[in-house]
Each structure stands twice: as structure tokens, then as C-alpha cells.
């Protein structure tokens, strides 16, 4: 059975920061590409960040040079380094993993950024 399962998240004033990481199980974690999305209340979930199987990372133009994604594959691990943090950085944190056509997501874990 395939498991993604996330932790990190938590609330956190703005200029903070904070890691998400994603824990996976019941892959072979070093051929997939891994990535975050999010997804804010009345939005649609988009990209934050991604990291293929090969290590080469895309982000998206709102969290460049603030968050950094980055992978463990001994540990079956992918994180994201988020810094600087935004009130509109608030959203459900989901971790993503796939290769070859499968495509497994994890529950989310909520990041809220407020005073």
C-alpha cells in the first residue's frame, strides 16, 4: 500500500519559517518525481515546487528564493524548506509523487501564516 504522509505544518507569523516534510512508503521513492502543491480556501491547488528522480528542482515564481524542496532517498523523504513566509503563503500543503503514469498524493497538511 502506498502511503505519503506529511507533518510540519502549524502556524507561524509572517517572516517566519518553517519545513514541511513528506514520508513515503510502499514505493521505490528514488525513481519518482516528488513534488508540493497547495491549495488556499476558494483556490485551485497549484504548484509550489517540484524535484525529479535526478534531483533537478522547478518552483513556482511566487516562492522562488524563499522556499527550497529537496529529497532524502535512503530516508524515502522529500522536504520543503519554506523561509520568509507570506500571509499568502496560507494554504493545505500536499506532497505528490509519480512516475510512469501512477501519481499518489498525501492528505495535506495545513501551513497558516499569521500575525
Known amino acids: 500500500q502506498v502511503q505519503l504522509v506529511e507533518s510540519g505544518g502549524g502556524l507561524v507569523q509572517p517572516g517566519g519559517s518553517l519545513r514541511l516534510s513528506c514520508a513515503a512508503s510502499?514505493?521505490?521513492?528514488?525513481?519518482?518525481?516528488v513534488g508540493w502543491y497547495r491549495q488556499a480556501p476558494g483556490k485551485q491547488r497549484g504548484l509550489v515546487a517540484t524535484?525529479?528522480?535526478?534531483?533537478?528542482?522547478n518552483y513556482a515564481d511566487s516562492v522562488k528564493g524563499r522556499f527550497t524542496i529537496s529529497r532524502d532517498k535512503l530516508e524515502s523523504t522529500v522536504y520543503l524548506q519554506m523561509n520568509s513566509l507570506k500571509p499568502e503563503d496560507t494554504a493545505v500543503y500536499s506532497c505528490?509523487?509519480?512516475?510512469?503514469?501512477?501519481?499518489?498524493w498525501g492528505q495535506g497538511t495545513q501551513v497558516t501564516v499569521s500575525s
Open positions: 510502499g514505493i521505490i521513492f528514488g525513481f519518482y518525481n
Open positions: 524535484i525529479s528522480s535526478g534531483g533537478t528542482t
Open positions: 505528490t509523487a509519480n512516475w510512469r503514469g501512477a501519481n499518489y
